[in-house]
């Protein structure tokens, strides 16, 4: 598995399922373009970037190239790295039928092409099977009544508008999220100043 410092910016789940076996960060999706209208994403996807760097890796098809360059845009240039697959024709194979350009998503090309995308695109490469110091892990949020306990949903509410991040993050999303962002003890912290 590759280590790198920076989250990694996808279009949808599926691309988020494939890197999650490949790749040690955290994994954002963008939900297609739905991040054009989504101001609490950017907003969301604005601060990782501040925190820890971004690596964009979408389709190699138009609207990956369109949702590409959207982000250029809503990213300090400084703070945002390109990851670009190849032009493979092909269709996924969830899929009845190839895309409308014919091209393999990030889904569909191999774990081999995809590592080698990432080592090009001058992503900071941690290292390999290592787990990050002060990570938070699921335990940690119930532990901080964060998720299964009685008010878990309340708190996650107020959390998650004191750090002005969108409202509607699952708890998977929110775990990465905070990861991306603060350490564990950093998080506590915050949620005593909160409290």
């Known amino acids: 598995m590759l280590k790198i410092k920076e989250a990694v910016i996808v279009e949808g789940r599926?691309?988020?399922i494939k890197l999650s076996s490949i790749i040690d960060a955290p994994i954002i999706e963008t939900n297609g373009f739905r991040v054009f209208s989504?101001?609490?994403k950017q907003n969301l996807?604005?601060?990782i970037a501040d925190t820890r760097g971004i690596l964009v890796l979408t389709d190699s098809d138009s609207a990956g190239f369109v949702i590409?360059?959207?982000?250029?845009g809503v990213v300090d240039k400084s703070k945002i790295k390109h990851c670009y697959?190849?032009?493979?024709e092909g269709k996924e194979k969830r899929k009845p039928k190839k895309g409308k350009e014919g091209l393999l998503g990030v889904e569909g090309v191999s774990d081999d092409v995809i590592v080698d995308a990432v080592r090009k695109s001058g992503a900071t490469v941690i290292g390999e099977n290592t787990?990050?110091?002060g990570e938070i892990k699921k335990s940690d949020l119930f532990t901080l009544g964060l998720t299964g306990t009685e008010n878990a949903e309340k708190n996650r509410k107020k959390l998650l508008n004191h750090l002005n991040l969108p409202s509607y993050l699952s708890?998977?999303?929110?775990?990465?999220?905070l990861n991306c962002l603060y350490?564990?003890?950093?998080?506590?912290?915050?949620?005593?100043a909160i409290n």
């Open 85 to 88: 697959i190849p032009q493979i």
């Open 14 to 16: 599926y691309d988020k």
């Open 68 to 72: 590409r360059n959207f982000l250029k």
């Open 131 to 133: 787990s990050v110091k």
């Open 171 to 177: 708890t998977n999303a929110m775990l990465t999220a």
């Open 45 to 47: 996807i604005r601060k």
């Open 38 to 40: 989504d101001k609490e």
């Open 183 to 192: 350490s564990l003890d950093e998080l506590k912290k915050l949620l005593d």
